[in-house]
């Protein structure tokens, strides 16, 4: 029988009832609630019990079933742009400010693996950026001499180089590449879920199959959420729901879009990479695991709305062509790897391509964490801490006016 999920590598371990359990009665009040059972959700749930904060968690599918479960499994530090073009936009310290708010995420992100002990495939392998052209080849020499004078251990490979990272030719098409020392490749859902199950331990209570469908405010200043299960009320809700979150919050509309992603992964192939690996200005993202399998995703160029805009989780057999193409186009030594699923997921791009952690204009009582387009691995426990940081105590050290929802944004 085939399952709502088979399609997803990294939920075809789980089983049907770890996924979705419709049949509990939901509580008439909570501490908070959040809304969203990805990374971001389950990260926020954690940090606030372990504040002491015993949360409620709605989600309206299973844990994992959005992008935390659909991704590439980079937990690689950066922004969603080269950092050289990151300090042209931002200038220069903004620019480092957040892209080590994402180192800082990356070690966490870690340090839980490791104090939870948990069983992620984990691969603490770095990162290969790999230069398509003469033009992005450019920009990954001026990203690697400024992330070095900033203090950031990345080096620059020259062509020659590259032999050494790759288990196969080289391909002529590759100039160079900037390696990151500090990528890891993660299965996310094990990591989502493992925190998740911390979570509860520490006193969150999870409700999965339970779409929130409204939020009103109270007479008393409350809360009223109100879900296909019930109503909830409470002070303080947090929305964990990427790009769906303009759904639930109008003031976010145009501020976060959806955009599909593509993915495929391989049956068991020969080694032939030991990095986490991306080109393409980013387009293209692949990496191969302990069982030899390859998962890659990208090629949204290869329709013309570049695959936004979509809420529907469907593979787009136009740029599922074009990903395989690249494969074993690049690597023809892959050439006859059999694909052994495909799938899709949502990612909530903001305007300015950085992401959403703090209160929601004139909505008191509301929070969001959300936006991370495509890029929320390096996030994935931090934004959780923070956003935990900023409703217990009421600040955060962390530099959370970058993130601010009402920050000026770029046309959209
Ligand atoms: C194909 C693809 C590849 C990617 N690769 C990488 C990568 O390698 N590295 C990286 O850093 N990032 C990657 N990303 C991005 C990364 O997956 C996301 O940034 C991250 O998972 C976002 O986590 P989240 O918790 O905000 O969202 P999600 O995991 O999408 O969680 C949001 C949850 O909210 C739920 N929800 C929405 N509306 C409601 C509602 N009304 N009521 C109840 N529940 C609701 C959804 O069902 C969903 O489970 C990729 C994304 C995609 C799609």
């Known amino acids: 029988m085939t399952r709502a999920y088979d399609a997803l590598h990294w939920l075809r371990d789980l089983r049907d009832d770890e996924l979705v359990v419709a049949e509990q ?38 844990i994992s079933t959005g992008a935390s479960g659909r991704n590439a499994g980079f937990i690689a530090p950066g922004l969603d742009r080269p950092f050289s073009a990151a300090v042209a936009q931002l200038g220069q310290a903004s620019a480092l400010e957040r892209l080590q708010y994402t180192r800082r995420g990356r070690d966490l992100a870690l340090a839980v693996i490791t104090e939870l002990g948990i069983d992620c495939e984990l691969e603490d392998c770095g990162g ?51 390696f990151n020392p500090e990528t890891l490749l993660v299965s996310p859902a094990k990591i989502n879920r493992a925190v998740i199950g911390e979570a509860e331990r520490l006193g969150a ?45 109008g ?30 200005h980013g387009y293209e993202y692949w990496s191969q695991r302990h069982d030899g399998r390859i998962i890659l995703g990208g090629a949204r160029w290869a329709v013309p709305d570049r695959d936004e ?14 990903l395989a193409r690249f494969l074993f186009e690049t ?11 495909r799938w899709a997921g949502i990612m909530g791009f903001s305007r300015d391509g950085y992401p959403f952690i703090g209160p929601l204009p004139g909505r008191p009582g509301i929070w969001v964490v959300a936006g991370f387009t495509g890029h ?17 105590r009421g600040r955060s050290d962390e530099p959370v006016h970058h993130f601010a929802l009402d920050r000026a944004l770029p046309e959209g």
Do not use: K
Not at 39 to 53: I, K, N, Q, V
Not at 309 to 322: D, K, L, M, R, S
Not at 384 to 390: D, F, M, Q, V, Y
């Open 25 to 62: 009665t939901l509580p008439a009040t909570a501490e908070a609630v959040i809304v969203g059972g990805g990374y971001m959700g389950g990260a926020t749930a954690l940090w606030l019990a372990r504040a002491g904060m015993a949360a409620v968690l709605l989600e309206r599918r299973g």
């Open 128 to 178: 290969l950026t790999l230069a398509s052209s003469d033009a992005e080849w450019q920009v990954l020499r001026d990203s690697g001499a400024a992330l070095r004078a900033a203090g950031i251990p990345v080096e620059t490979l020259e062509r020659d180089d590259l032999a050494a990272h790759l288990h196969v030719p080289v391909p002529a098409v590759f100039r160079g590449a900037l």
């Open 205 to 249: 209570r999870v409700y999965t199959g339970t779409e929130v469908t409204a939020l009103v405010e109270q007479p008393d200043g409350r809360l009223r959420v109100e879900s296909s299960r019930g109503a909830i009320l409470t002070r303080r809700v947090v929305l964990a729901t990427n790009a769906w979150t303009p759904l639930l919050a």
């Open 251 to 280: 003031y976010l509309q145009g501020r976060i879009r959806p955009v599909r992603g593509q993915m495929l992964v391989t049956e068991p192939a020969p080694r032939a990479f030991r990095r986490g690996m991306s080109t393409n």
């Open 309 to 322: 805009g979509y809420y529907a989780e469907e593979v787009n057999p136009t740029i599922q062509a074009a």
């Open 331 to 341: 690597f023809p030594s892959l050439a006859g790897t059999a694909i052994a699923t």
């Open 376 to 392: 929320g691995g390096p996030y994935s426990a931090i934004a959780g801490r923070t956003i935990a940081e900023l409703l217990t």
